[in-house]
């Protein structure tokens, strides 16, 4: 169950087919904790990319990737970026690519602690190296 306040009710039938309707009883669920106090936070980081300027989407692949976690990281070929399963903490969103070869890159940090930080697009710019 999410965290809330619930109406909890049961329902019941004896072996002769008798109900009965019992409740209904409060119960209130609380946020889960970590051992260390923090909340399992995690969800999708979702963010758009620029080449040069907010208007412009990029012209080829770009990878993105957070670079505490390398093995959470992903391709975007249409100027937008999903990475899922992130889990709460401080990170640097990294997006590389390459054009005319000449390498473009751009980097924003993000911190994720409420899960309205997860709701934020993050913006990444790619500029040339």
């Known amino acids: 169950l999410l965290a809330g306040d619930y109406a909890v009710r049961v329902e019941i039938s004896d072996i002769v ?8 009883w409060p119960l209130t669920v609380k946020k889960s904790a970590s051992p260390g106090g923090t909340d399992q936070l995690k969800g999708p980081l979702k963010g758009k990319l620029y080449f040069g300027t907010t208007t412009s989407k990029p012209p080829n692949q770009v990878q993105v990737v957070l670079k505490e976690l390398p093995d959470k990281s992903t391709s975007s070929g249409d100027g937008q970026f999903t990475i899922a399963d992130v889990e709460a903490g401080s990170y640097t969103v990294e997006a590389t690519t390459m054009f005319q070869g000449v390498q473009y890159r751009g980097e924003k940090k993000v911190v994720l ?3 309205e930080d997860w709701l934020k697009p993050i913006l990444i710019s790619l500029k040339k190296e």
Not at 17 to 24: A, C, D, H, R
């Open 113 to 115: 602690k409420k899960r």
């Open 17 to 24: 087919g008798n109900q009965s309707i019992l409740g209904p």
